[in-house]
């Protein structure tokens, strides 16, 4: 008898681990970026970049937030409005930038502010994309421990219109 309690207490307690993670809630985003006025060419202050760098800075809570900021995503220099989309698929989170409507013919700077709630703690990928940059460097692509660097800025130096003023 104690051995068969043994073994229903273990399976009930499986069972209830299993779905304790189905009933994780799913992560979303939220984002947003001033598109009043392109980012000047002058280098930033403190750990800011400059214009020749585009870099993606993130801050884990501990818990379910990450906070992202990209420093100078290429985009038009009159967009309606910067629009991201987010997927989160196994260890991987896919982000897309873009801008709405493209209402100038000239591209610039801008900062993206993104914030990712309900994501567990662990080891991602992360990609993210941006539209005005060479098909080459579109998908800037990292991996990021959140148990062990909850925080930090990764760079990209970028040798091409509008990270160099002409």
Not at 20 to 32: C, H
Not at 34 to 43: N, R
Not at 56 to 64: A, C, K, N, P, T
């Amino acid at each position: 008898i104690k051995v068969i309690s043994i073994i229903g207490l273990f399976f009930f307690l499986l069972s209830g681990c299993e779905k304790a993670a189905e009933d994780l809630p799913t992560p979303y985003m939220e984002s947003f970026a001033d598109v009043g006025e392109c980012l000047s060419y002058t280098p930033l202050k403190g750990n800011q970049p400059g214009p020749n760098q585009s870099c993606i800075f993130y801050e884990y809570d501990g818990d379910s937030v990450l906070k992202i900021t990209h420093y100078n995503s290429a985009f038009n220099c009159c967009p309606e409005e910067i629009i991201t989309s987010f997927e989160f698929r196994n260890d991987t989170i896919f982000i897309v930038e873009d801008d709405a409507k493209e209402l100038c013919r000239c591209n610039c700077l801008f900062n993206v502010e993104m914030t990712i709630h309900n994501l567990p703690p662990g080891r991602y990928i992360m990609k993210v994309s941006e539209p005005n940059v060479p098909q080459e460097d579109q998908i800037f692509m990292f991996e990021l421990d959140l148990n062990d660097v909850p925080a930090d800025q990764l760079c990209k130096y970028r040798e091409f219109y509008p990270c160099h003023a002409l």
